[in-house]
């Protein structure tokens, strides 16, 4: 048995009473003004990995700090976000890597191969790979989303850290957004941290 604390199912009588108790007992609403009058200036982005929990891990009140997360806790795939959290007020960007992630365990080829084995169509990231564009245009369901889904097999196929440490790859995120992107105000910061997975503290890289 895992260390865990057990999860109700989804979906189940469960999860609906611990939500219940939580909207009775817990929940502090931030609607109208006294929400978009405090927008939080900080975020956080990170991994989607669920030993991740910046609330607590961080110590974070409710409504304290914006929290960005995908698969690795990448900057490349999230700029609209970013670009939405400045316009929202965010003018520090905390960029939070953990030791054991899933970018160490697996590659994009990975991902990609394990797709195509178990899809319902195994070669619809090939028909939108920018590779094969005019193929794509005529695929049924017009050019709904045709733009988002064009190019995701060559953005997953980047996914994984290769051989660089977790410190290599801190740096070179921040790097990206802060000196590369272009996208950073001049007033916005951006800083990098790694969590170590086996103690659960924080250290700063830059
Ligand atoms: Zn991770």
Same mark, same amino acid.
């Not at 245009?137 to 709904?144: A, F, I, Q, R, V």
């Not at 802060?178 to 007033?187: A, H, I, V």
């Given at each position: 048995m895992p260390p865990y604390p057990t999860t109700a199912p989804v979906p189940s009588q469960e999860l609906l009473d611990r939500n219940a108790k939580y909207a009775s007992e817990s929940h502090k609403p931030k609607l109208g003004q006294a929400h978009w009058g405090n927008i939080p200036h900080h975020a956080v982005v990170t991994c +989607?990995?669920?030993?991740?929990?910046p609330h607590e891990q961080l110590g974070l009140g409710i409504n304290d700090t914006a929290v960005i997360r995908n698969a690795g806790g990448g900057v490349a795939e999230i700029l609209p976000t970013i670009l939405a959290a400045q316009k929202f007020g965010v003018r520090h960007f905390m960029l939070l890597k953990h030791t054991d992630c899933g970018g160490f365990h697996l590659t994009g080829t990975e991902i990609v191969e394990h797709f195509k084995a178990h899809a319902?169509?195994?070669?619809v990231l090939d028909r939108y790979s920018t590779e094969s564009e005019s193929e794509s245009?005529?695929?049924?369901?017009?050019?709904?989303y045709l733009k988002e889904l064009k190019g995701v097999k060559d953005k997953v196929k980047e996914f994984g850290f290769g051989t660089a440490t977790i410190e290599e790859i801190v740096l070179r995120d921040v790097e990206f957004l802060?000196?590369?992107?272009?996208? +950073?105000?001049?007033?916005t910061e951006v800083s990098g941290w790694v969590l170590d997975d086996e103690t659960g503290k924080i250290r700063q890289i830059v």
């Open positions: +989607m990995d669920s030993r991740i929990n319902k169509d195994s070669g245009n005529s695929e049924p369901g017009g050019d709904l802060k000196e590369k992107s272009g996208l +950073m105000f001049e007033e």
